[in-house]
């Protein structure tokens, strides 16, 4: 449930491609001139903007790269 909530909302942005691979897993590509580090912390601050909307709060998510 959680990882299908988070990937709508990385899906709603035109800059993020996002599909689920597993029922807990999404991988997520930032589109645009990102070096590795630069996508690390996009990604980061997506996720915790996804936190900061959740009426629930946080939830543990995992980056793996």
């Known amino acids: 449930m959680l990882a299908l909530e988070l990937s709508e909302f990385l899906r709603s942005r035109a800059d993020v491609v996002a599909d689920r691979v597993g029922e807990d897993e999404i991988e ?21 903007a996804w936190w900061g909307g959740r009426a629930a709060g946080p939830v543990p998510v995992e980056l793996i790269d």
Not at 28 to 44: C, K, P
């Open 28 to 48: 997520v590509s930032l589109l645009g001139s990102y070096g590795r580090e630069g996508q690390q912390v996009a990604l980061s601050l997506l996720v915790r």
